[in-house]
């Protein structure tokens, strides 16, 4: 047997799975719901997500504000 050997020790279809073994169906009752939304976040758990957002929001302000000094100070110098 060579190494690229396609079809040694292979019977019948590669990658498939004989039709004769026991399904793994499961089946939903009728009378329960497919889906149940996700609860809803408490109203402490949307102030701490504003208060982060603002927070982030105000980094970046600050941040931006800071490099376009910083770059008009460079076009000043003649860098």
């Known amino acids: 047997m060579s190494p690229f050997d396609v079809h040694a020790g292979v019977s019948g279809r590669v990658g498939f799975m004989p039709a004769n073994g026991a399904s793994d169906v ?3 009752a009728p009378n329960r719901p497919v889906y149940l939304p996700p609860p809803r976040p408490g109203r402490e758990i949307l102030e701490r997500s504003e208060r982060t957002n603002a927070l982030v929001v105000l980094i970046l302000t600050f941040a931006c504000t800071a490099l376009a000094i910083f770059d008009l100070f ?4 003649g860098s």
């Open 74 to 77: 460079l076009l000043a110098s």
């Open 26 to 28: 499961k089946w939903i």
